[in-house]
């Protein structure tokens, strides 16, 4: 089959009532394929289930038939489909009507309406209106809807919601990706949390698949772009991570996106799109493409990424012994004693949290990472190189951990500190 090839053949009476349809072919096993067109108005014979009093979940046929509707006391449509439904559905006065445009891909960002969706079932069923939640054929986005509103009324895990809408419609099985957004879900306690580090982390690898295809950086994704920590801000964070040379603040200890030391031994990463595991859930960093970085791309030290890391604690011992006594050598003796008591860093390590190299969120004073899919990071105010930053491919931290997208300084490079303070305006 050519690639964009319509093959789609009459779905009509295709779709099995107990059978377990897929909106997309999952594997090279699945014995039915299904290619869809805007022209299909069908989703296969009125398919629809009832998973709580008032809420149903169905497909598009379901959706587009107005008895079944009436007949059912349907009177809210929740449409998470690639096209609305027809106009006499969307444009009939007796109905509430919400589109969410959505592919069943895993990539597809669906966490980001949970919010919403669980409002406007919520609402509707309040008001006795009773809700239709669909897609196409009810499988994957809309069960997706359903059992994300599940979890939030019933405070549930994924598994244990997933089979409580299973027990009312079997075949429901949503997409790799929207697993991961719905244990993320409920890892954020049913609700988005910004600051969430896999949440985060979600969002990095949405925007770091779109900077593949776009090749910079879209203006949808900017939101994964942090200010810049070096900025006045009204509360600054008292733990900051600074340019060894000149002193900058390069980022907070809020920017870091920390990631477990890799035990030794553990198997090589696959090589494979990294969307299965998109919200970071998995322990391991195994599902990114993989890119062994023996060096930090060409820097002309040609200093190995790792021995740059591991030689941080020499080179301190070197200058400290370089220092001469004198007011200055006191700040110096202070400064590296703030270094020195990094107690976090050293509690974190027993976790099993690696620190050989500071992975960090995109920062605004980054400017080639608006541009460029990968490349070097130099100190804003005094342009030593810092670290580097790789969008399209994984960097591997010197522990064996696979990083994607990666942005990172070298802590040789940058000094951590505790000393507050007031945070320097460098622009
Ligand atoms: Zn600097
Ligand atoms: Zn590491």
């Given amino acids: ?84 439904l027809p106009a006499h559905v969307t444009e009939n006065p007796g109905l509430r009507v919400k589109y969410i445009q959505a592919s069943d891909v895993p990539r597809e960002d669906l966490i980001k309406h949970f919010e919403d969706t669980n ?32 979890m939030n009324k019933y405070k549930l895990t994924y598994d244990a919601a997933l089979q409580r809408v ?56 900017m939101d994964v772009v942090k200010p810049d920590p070096a900025v006045t801000q009204e509360t600054p964070e008292p733990i900051v991570y600074r340019c060894r040379k000149c002193r900058r603040v390069v980022a907070t ?3 870091l996106l920390t990631h477990k030391q890799k035990p030794p031994g553990h198997s090589p990463a696959k090589h494979h799109n990294s969307f299965g595991d998109v919200a970071g859930l998995n322990d391991d960093e195994s599902d990114t493409e993989q890119q062994l970085s023996k060096e930090d791309g060409v820097a002309p030290s040609g200093s190995a990424e790792g021995t740059a890391a591991d ?6 011992k070197v200058s400290c012994k370089e220092s001469v006594p004198s007011m200055s050598h006191v700040t110096e003796q202070m400064r590296r004693s703030s270094i020195s008591s990094d107690q976090s860093q050293r509690s974190s390590e027993k976790d099993g949290i690696c620190s050989k190299i500071y992975f960090t969120e995109p920062l605004a004073w980054m400017t080639d990472i608006f541009h460029n899919t990968q490349g070097r990071l130099y100190c804003p105010k005094c342009t030593v190189k810092l670290g580097s930053f790789n969008w399209v491919m994984a960097t ?12 990172y300084l070298v802590p040789s490079k940058t000094e ?11 622009v």
């Fill in 1 to 84: 089959m050519h690639e964009g090839e319509i093959v789609i053949k009459k779905v009509q009476g295709h779709v099995p009532k107990s059978g377990a349809p897929r909106e997309k072919p999952p594997t090279k096993d699945a014995t039915i394929t299904y290619r869809l067109t805007r022209d299909d108005i069908s989703g296969g014979p009125v398919n629809l289930d009832e998973i709580e009093p008032g809420l149903w979940l169905g497909n598009v046929t379901a959706a587009a038939d107005l008895p079944t509707l009436e007949k059912l006391a349907i009177r809210s449509v929740l449409t998470i489909d690639s096209c609305p």
């Fill in 416 to 426: 951590y500190s505790t000393v507050v303070q007031n945070v320097q305006v460098t």
């Fill in 311 to 316: 030689s941080a604690a020499t080179e301190e």
């Fill in 166 to 221: 299973k027990s009312k419609r079997r075949f429901v099985m949503p997409n790799p990706g929207f697993i991961n957004q719905l244990k993320l879900f409920s890892i954020m306690n049913y609700r988005i949390d910004p600051q969430n580090e896999k949440y985060k982390l979600f969002r990095l690898k949405l925007a770091a698949d779109n900077v593949r295809k776009a090749k910079r950086l879209p203006v949808n994704c």
């Fill in 396 to 407: 591997k931290c010197p522990c064996g951990a696979e990083i994607y997208p990666a942005f």
């Fill in 119 to 150: 409002n406007f079932i919520r609402e509707s069923l309040e008001e006795e209106r009773n809700v239709l939640v669909h897609c196409y054929f009810g499988v994957s986005r809309s069960a997706t809807i359903v059992i994300a509103y599940i």
């Fill in 253 to 255: 200890k809020s920017n």
